[in-house]
C-alpha cells in the first residue's frame, strides 16, 4: 500500500483522525495516534489486512482483530464496542413551507432535471459526432 492508500485507510476508518485533520486545519491543538505514531499505525494496517486476507487465522487472533482499537464490554463474550464507527443521530431543522411553495420547487426542479439530461444528451451527441468513424 502506498502512503497515500494508508492515509485514506485512516481517514476511513479513524474518526480521530478525521477530526485531528479538521482541527489541524482550522490551526486548533489535536492529537492522534495516527498523527503521533503514523508508520507504527501504518505497518500494524497493512499486516492486519495482509494477514486477514492471506492467512489463516486462529480463534484468538480473530479475537485480536475484533478487539483491537474497541472498547472492551465483555472479554469473556467477546462483546466489543466501535466508537470510531457508531452511528449517531444527525441534527436537523423541521421546515413547514406552504403548498404554493412547494409547488414552485417542484417546478424549478423538475426544469432543472429537464435541462440536465438535455445537457447530457447534447454532450453525447457532440462526442458521437466528433469520433472517428
Same mark, same amino acid.
Given at each position: 500500500?502506498?502512503?497515500? $492508500?494508508? !492515509?485514506?485507510?485512516?481517514?476511513r476508518y479513524s474518526?480521530? +483522525?478525521?477530526? +485531528? *485533520? %479538521? &482541527?489541524?486545519? &482550522?490551526? #486548533? +491543538?489535536?492529537?492522534? =495516534?495516527?498523527? !503521533?505514531?503514523? #508508520?507504527? @499505525?501504518? *505497518?500494524?494496517?497493512? @499486516?492486519?489486512? /495482509? *494477514?486477514?486476507?492471506?492467512?489463516?487465522?486462529? =480463534? #484468538?487472533?480473530?479475537?485480536? =482483530?475484533l478487539a483491537d482499537?474497541?472498547?472492551? &464490554?465483555?472479554a469473556e463474550k467477546? $462483546?466489543?464496542? +466501535?466508537?470510531?464507527? #457508531?452511528?449517531?443521530?444527525?441534527?436537523?431543522?423541521? /421546515?413547514?413551507?406552504?403548498?404554493? =411553495?412547494? $409547488?414552485?420547487? %417542484?417546478?424549478?426542479?423538475?426544469?432543472?432535471?429537464? /435541462?440536465?439530461?438535455?445537457?447530457?444528451? @447534447?454532450?453525447?451527441?457532440?462526442?458521437?459526432?466528433? @469520433?472517428?468513424?
Amino acid at each position: 500500500m502506498t502512503t497515500f $492508500e494508508i !492515509d485514506a485507510h485512516a481517514q476511513r476508518y479513524s474518526q480521530t +483522525y478525521r477530526s +485531528y *485533520l %479538521k &482541527k489541524k486545519s &482550522k490551526g #486548533e +491543538y489535536a492529537s492522534s =495516534v495516527w498523527a !503521533d505514531n503514523f #508508520e507504527a @499505525m501504518a *505497518l500494524k494496517t497493512v @499486516m492486519k489486512l /495482509l *494477514l486477514s486476507k492471506q492467512a489463516p487465522l486462529s =480463534v #484468538e487472533m480473530q479475537q485480536a =482483530v475484533l478487539a483491537d482499537q474497541a472498547v472492551v &464490554k465483555d472479554a469473556e463474550k467477546g $462483546e466489543f464496542g +466501535y466508537p470510531d464507527n #457508531e452511528i449517531q443521530d444527525a441534527e436537523y431543522t423541521k /421546515l413547514t413551507v406552504s403548498q404554493q =411553495v412547494f $409547488e414552485q420547487c %417542484k417546478q424549478k426542479f423538475s426544469t432543472v432535471k429537464r /435541462l440536465s439530461k438535455t445537457f447530457v444528451i @447534447m454532450a453525447t451527441n457532440s462526442r458521437k459526432s466528433s @469520433m472517428p468513424s
